[in-house]
């Protein structure tokens, strides 16, 4: 028996465990970076309107920081726009899987039960890794596909394809190494979202501090921009010299890191991490007497986390809606695109409408995930001693939406006000622009909770679904929404079917109550249909979600001699 015994059964119930949540991740960022290549594919028409465009997102500094000029192509514009999006996204798919299959296993006790068959040390790490950089492996030919079905060149494609995958790889490394850090999952994984965080502000500096070429279509990075996966992805430049030596790289640094992961893996306990919990206070504040205290507690890090995020992008495309405004008056198809997901033919107003729309759709990706861990707290049995007590489930459930759903409008006011203080000051009329756009970003509050009350209608409908079912909307409100939709032509009955189409796009529009108030209606029956459903059924453990015990897997077999281990509960 070696540290790596069993490791090919595990791979099988890891892909069996999330062949819908990650293949749904895999399709979704696949799909984006065709729809995003298709977006841009015909929209211009001459080549001097590609080199104006691609000429001055190259010499704003401000607007280095979001892409990487690589040329006058539409390939390069397209990777430009879209690869570092994709990249970081691939890095999160990554790094929630890695962290799902092993730190959360020992959290569950899963991995008492399946360590007791005849299975290495290194088994679950290593399944974790295989079936991750087997996901970002048919992530990169997806979206090579993808590119090649849009008429972009084959090598430049693969090299794009290559760099997403090879950057979700890098970071599933990462996130192997945090998991025998924190004792938690959710420590785990905040560890590794920093990293994503410090990888792409190494790879902004690097390319804000760089300098454009004579020709002013490729920047030449700072070397800040070398110290990130995110900024190796931008340097191997697809469709702009196809660098596949950076490959190399990648392949040091997942190397290294599953190294350092293995490594601490054999110098810990089971259920603990390499940095020990540190102890609380002996006495607990007053505010955790009650269930909304206890939820605040528990959701303020990541809604700390996203309001300093939300500010800082807010105000970085404010800061830049002048530049926008240029490449829109120099360039009637870019004009036209903005006008279609914008609503207006002004082109401040298109852009700034256009970036609400955007920064509402990726709240909604705060508001999914935090209503989420109600069935994280059913699942994981932390929801039972709290029911033991005089707290009931009605309390419980609106403590945590309360606090999501204020947390939801806050964000929001923070991305209207930074935007609009910003945009303000660039276009010298503060007042107006900021009462405009923070009223733009409050009406998109009706979208993001209509979502979130599809949300709380899994959890009480369809407890072992909830996460599918939540994120397969979320993905839909992202493709048929004006962001997505909008920009490729979808047909309306498709666009129809996301509650970002029907937001009165403001300032673009004045604004009309009976969307939102519909939308607010919707939101309200679907929270309330989960409520009702949430108290009248069982709880739902994870142990009780079905599937074959450890056991019963093929190829895991009981040491000889040794007794047979009492099975979990609804096992």
């Known amino acids: 028996m070696t540290a790596f015994t069993g490791t090919l059964p595990l791979v099988r119930v890891a892909l069996r465990r999330d062949r819908i949540q990650l293949g749904l991740w895999v399709l979704a960022l696949a799909g984006l970076m065709t729809m995003s290549a298709n977006g841009f594919v015909g929209l211009y028409d001459t080549q001097q309107k590609l080199e104006?465009?691609?000429?001055?997102?190259?010499?704003?500094?401000?607007?280095?920081?979001?892409?990487?000029?690589?040329?006058?192509?539409?390939?390069?514009?397209?990777?430009?726009?879209?690869?570092?999006?994709?990249?970081?996204?691939?890095?999160?798919?990554?790094?929630?899987?890695?962290?799902?299959?092993?730190?959360?296993?020992?959290?569950?006790?899963?991995?008492?039960?399946?360590?007791?068959?005849?299975?290495?040390?290194?088994?679950?790490?290593?399944?974790?890794?295989?079936?991750?950089?087997?996901?970002?492996?048919?992530?990169?030919?997806?979206?090579?596909?993808?590119?090649?079905?849009?008429?972009?060149?084959?090598?430049?494609?693969?090299?794009?394809?290559?760099?997403?995958?090879?950057?979700g790889i890098s970071f599933a490394g990462v996130a192997a190494v945090t998991v025998q850090v924190s004792e938690r999952s959710r420590g785990a994984t905040g560890l590794a979202a920093i990293a994503v965080g410090g990888a792409f502000l190494l790879s902004a500096a690097g390319n804000v501090l760089g300098s454009a070429s004579p020709s002013g279509f490729v920047v030449h990075s700072a070397w800040p921009a070398w110290l990130s996966p995110i900024g190796w992805a931008q340097q191997m430049r697809p469709f702009g010299g196809d660098h596949w030596w950076v490959l190399g790289l990648f392949a040091v640094w997942s190397a290294a890191t599953v190294v350092i992961a293995f490594a601490l893996e054999r110098r810990r306990d089971l259920g603990r991490g390499m940095v020990p919990e540190r102890r609380g206070p002996a006495r607990a504040p007053n505010a955790l007497l009650s269930p909304l205290g206890l939820a605040w507690r528990l959701h303020r890090g990541v809604l700390l986390a996203w309001a300093v995020g939300v500010t800082?992008?807010?105000?970085?495309?404010?800061?830049?809606?002048?530049?926008?405004?240029?490449?829109?008056?120099?360039?009637?198809?870019?004009?036209?695109?903005?006008?279609?997901?914008?609503?207006?033919?002004?082109?401040?107003?298109?852009?700034?409408?256009?970036?609400?729309?955007?920064?509402?759709?990726?709240?909604?990706?705060?508001?999914?995930?935090?209503?989420?861990?109600?069935?994280?707290?059913?699942?994981?049995?932390?929801?039972?001693?709290?029911?033991?007590?005089?707290?009931?489930?009605?309390?419980?459930?609106?403590?945590?939406?309360?606090?999501?759903?204020?947390?939801?409008?806050?964000?929001?006011?923070?991305?209207?006000?930074?935007?609009?203080?910003?945009?303000?000051?660039?276009?010298?009329?503060?007042?107006?622009?900021?009462?405009?756009?923070?009223?733009?970003?409050?009406?998109?509050?009706?979208?993001?909770?209509?979502?979130?009350?599809?949300?709380?209608?899994?959890?009480?409908?369809?407890?072992?679904?909830?996460?599918?079912?939540?994120?397969?909307?979320?993905?839909?409100?992202?493709?048929?929404?004006?962001?997505?939709?909008?920009?490729?032509?979808?047909?309306?009955?498709?666009?129809?079917?996301?509650?970002?189409?029907?937001?009165?796009?403001?300032?673009?529009?004045?604004?009309?109550?009976?969307?939102?108030?519909v939308l607010l209606a919707v939101a309200v029956l679907l929270g309330a249909a989960g409520l009702v459903a949430f108290r009248r059924r069982d709880l739902v453990l994870q142990a009780g979600e079905g599937g074959p015990h450890p056991f019963a897997l093929r190829g895991l077999r009981r040491p000889p001699g040794e007794g047979v281990a009492e099975p979990l509960p609804g096992a």
């Open 52 to 167: 104006e465009t691609v000429a001055i997102l190259a010499e704003n500094p401000v607007m280095r920081a979001m892409g990487l000029a690589s040329g006058a192509n539409v390939g390069a514009l397209v990777m430009l726009r879209a690869l570092p999006i994709v990249a970081i996204l691939a890095t999160l798919m990554s790094a929630m899987a890695v962290v799902r299959h092993t730190r959360q296993n020992e959290e569950t006790r899963r991995a008492e039960l399946i360590g007791s068959a005849v299975v290495g040390r290194h088994a679950a790490l290593g399944a974790a890794l295989i079936l991750v950089a087997g996901a970002n492996i048919v992530l990169a030919l997806l979206v090579a596909g993808g590119l090649m079905l849009n008429g972009l060149g084959v090598q430049g494609a693969l090299a794009a394809g290559a760099a997403v995958g090879a950057t």
């Open 312 to 517: 800082v992008f807010g105000a970085t495309f404010g800061a830049v809606s002048g530049a926008y405004e240029d490449i829109i008056a120099e360039n009637p198809d870019a004009a036209e695109v903005f006008a279609r997901v914008g609503g207006t033919e002004e082109p401040t107003e298109a852009f700034l409408a256009t970036i609400i729309g955007l920064m509402a759709t990726v709240i909604a990706a705060y508001t999914v995930p935090a209503l989420l861990r109600l069935r994280a707290e059913e699942a994981d049995g932390l929801l039972e001693p709290l029911l033991a007590t005089s707290v009931g489930r009605a309390s419980w459930m609106l403590s945590h939406v309360t606090v999501v759903v204020l947390g939801t409008v806050v964000l929001l006011l923070l991305t209207g006000v930074s935007t609009g203080l910003l945009a303000g000051l660039a276009a010298d009329d503060v007042t107006g622009l900021l009462r405009s756009l923070t009223a733009a970003a409050l009406v998109q509050t009706s979208a993001v909770l209509l979502l979130g009350g599809v949300v709380l209608a899994a959890f009480g409908l369809a407890p072992r679904f909830a996460g599918p079912i939540a994120w397969a909307a979320f993905a839909v409100a992202l493709v048929a929404g004006p962001m997505v939709g909008g920009l490729v032509d979808l047909p309306r009955a498709v666009l129809d079917l996301s509650p970002f189409t029907h937001v009165p796009v403001i300032p673009a529009e004045p604004f009309e109550a009976a969307p939102v108030a």
